[in-house]
């Protein structure tokens, strides 16, 4: 076993709640109440009701399926509930591991928190959030160390050793068996496509889905015998699907800073890609007093590379929305919003957004690519038919660490979200289970779900 794997795995079967800073317990309430909310909206997606009905008839019930009637077997409700938490791109991340550590961790951790309940074994909620927060927090560090391929996209891949790792603490694995465990995990990543999202492949929301159940699978693999290689990390993420990786990140200040308490926070209904842009032209609308959309004549937006990427102007399918710049812009002006039911089908089929979608050029401009990742630039430049011309920059997205929405924007989300599909009295005793998980057992919050 290397040394930073030896490291590791000493941490995270030696870390108990009592170790965990305020800011990382703290952040892990937000992280559980915004995850659900998001998984809870998603359910009410059509294709995620398809694919419960398909997966759910003749299978034993024992973890919720959050948003919707019902119980499934442990594994069935992590890929669902992870994929439901995907489908709305409205889930945590974190700008360091540049990927979303959150939703591969917690739908699982839920399902194997009420598995052991059932099982007589209950799980306190200290001790479910220290396994939240260390499964996040291996997740986004291999995000960290890596350097994952450009032609793959980041879901279902680091995302399932966070998933396993976070099971492996519910169950009080020892060093050595943590250590097998992520072994183990890394070799069951999926080989991900980054076209999925630049296409609208909707397959792509099932990723997320596929780490948590692959994650409880790796689990129960290593609890029947089965071993990994001596270090699975170095292997897939040095030589597989990674063009770089520095295992010091993996336990570079180690307990005493956790990537839970640097995430992010999203309240656009898309792409983090297109954030900058969007908080861009909020400022010009903020600064016009309104912009009517038959007064503009054009609109460039310059960004980094990965945000330029999103330029295709005639999406397919609401993902595919989701994950083009032109059309976010365009349904943000003409709906006066940039939430959930900016990008549902009815406004991918409007007419009058196609037209403007058309209106919007998307360039990159390498001085912004350079100050990836620690800035997500933007700039929007509206000109208008009389002549004028209105434009707005930015570093930062709203939400990120540098620049935090407020407990009341992040109160106001959930319920938007959670509006969706549960009462307001339900979708408050959630909330307040959510920030008080860690001061009883887990079934508090789970009996409500």
Not at 8 to 18: C, E, G, K
Not at 45 to 58: D, I, Y
Not at 77 to 101: K, M, V, W
Not at 183 to 197: I, K, Y
Request: aromatic residues 8%; negative net charge; charged residues 20%.
């Amino acid at each position: 076993m290397t040394a930073y794997l030896n490291q590791l795995a000493r941490f995270l079967s030696d870390t108990q709640f009592a170790d965990l800073p305020a800011a990382a317990v703290l952040r892990s309430r937000r992280v559980l109440s915004d995850s659900i909310a998001a998984i809870a909206a998603g359910a009410g997606e059509p294709e995620v009701q398809a694919l419960t009905a398909k997966l759910l008839p003749g299978a034993p019930g024992v973890a919720s399926l959050i948003g919707q009637s019902g119980q499934a077997a442990t594994a069935t409700a992590a890929f669902i509930n992870g994929t439901a938490g995907t489908f709305l791109e409205l889930d945590e991340g974190n700008q360091y591991s540049r990927g979303h550590p959150g939703i591969h961790v917690l739908p699982v951790a839920l399902a194997v928190a009420e598995e052991c309940a059932q099982a007589g074994r209950p799980v306190s909620g200290q001790a479910f959030a220290t396994a939240m927060v260390l499964g996040y927090e291996v997740g986004a560090r291999i995000g960290m160390a890596s350097k994952i391929l450009p032609s793959m996209h980041p879901h279902g891949t680091w995302g399932t050793v966070g998933a396993a790792v976070a099971v492996a603490k519910l169950h009080n694995a020892d060093q050595a068996t943590m250590a097998e465990t992520i072994n183990v995990a890394s070799t069951l990543g999926l080989a991900t496509s980054r076209q999925t999202m630049l296409q609208g492949g909707t397959v792509r929301n099932s990723f997320a889905g596929f780490s948590g159940q692959n994650g409880l699978t790796a689990w129960h693999l290593v609890d029947c015998g089965f071993t990994g290689e001596a270090d699975g990390l170095a292997t897939i993420w040095g030589t597989v699907s990674s063009t770089d990786w520095q295992p010091a990140e993996m336990v570079a200040d180690l307990g005493s800073r956790y990537e839970i308490a640097r995430n992010y926070f999203k309240r656009h209904a898309c792409c983090r890609y297109n954030h900058g842009a969007l908080d861009a032209l909020a400022m010009i609308l903020d600064a016009e007093g309104g912009v009517a959309p038959s007064a503009v004549a054009h609109v460039k937006v310059e960004t980094y590379s990965l945000a330029a990427q999103l330029s295709d102007r005639s999406p397919r399918n609401t993902l595919a929305g989701k994950f083009s710049l032109p059309f976010s812009i365009a349904t943000t002006l003409l709906n006066g919003s940039s939430g959930v039911a900016s990008f549902t089908w009815d406004k991918i089929r409007d007419p009058a957004i196609q037209a403007f979608a058309d209106k919007v050029d998307v360039v990159e401009a390498p001085e912004m690519t350079a100050m990836m990742p620690d800035f997500r630039p933007a700039r929007v430049t509206i000109t208008f038919h009389d002549g004028r011309i209105a434009t707005a920059e930015t570093k930062t997205n709203r939400g990120d660490t540098e620049a935090p929405y407020d407990d009341d924007e992040l109160d106001a989300k959930y319920f938007d979200l959670t509006h969706r599909v549960w009462s307001e009295e339900k979708a408050a005793a959630i909330y307040d289970q959510c920030f008080a998980v860690d001061e009883a057992e887990v079934s508090a919050l789970t009996a409500l779900l």
